[in-house]
Nanobody
Framework: VQLQASGGGLVQAGGSLRLSCAASGRTFRNYGMGWFRQAPGKEREFVAGISGSGDNTYYVATMKGRFTISRDNARNTVYLQMNNLKPEDTAVYYC?????????????????RGQGTLVTVSS
């Protein structure tokens, strides 16, 4: 599966952005999806995940309540709604797809990763 993230940009602190990740293929609902981010000089970190059906979602505790992951299997797209953005949210955001039954939080459980989209939050 090929993944293409979009929707990043420059936003002021307190603002919102919605990221999208479009996937190729006809079996999108078979993939668990995740969003990760990597800030300059830092390791990649898990942001949010969602099961193939969309029934189950997973978040880092510090982001839950500000970030919401969702998916539209008819459009082969997963979204990340980000509200009340902070300067420390500045990073390249990646979407990833998994077919494994392992943890959504672990980057190495994902089979595919798309190119990222840059989010910059100014103070």
């Amino acid at each position: 599966v090929q993944l293409q993230a979009s929707g990043g940009g420059l936003v002021q602190a307190g603002g919102s952005l919605r990221l999208s990740c479009a996937a190729s293929g006809r079996t999108f609902r078979n993939y668990g999806m995740g969003w990760f981010r990597q800030a300059p000089g830092k390791e990649r970190e898990f942001v949010a995940g969602i099961s193939g059906s969309g029934d189950n979602t997973y978040y880092v505790a510090t982001m839950k309540g500000r970030f919401t992951i969702s998916r539209d299997n008819a459009r082969n797209t997963v979204y990340l709604q980000m509200n009340n953005l902070k300067p420390e949210d500045t990073a390249v955001y990646y979407c990833a797809a998994k077919t494994t039954s392992g943890s959504y939080y672990a980057p190495n459980e994902y089979n595919y990763r798309g190119q990222g989209t840059l989010v910059t939050v100014s103070s």
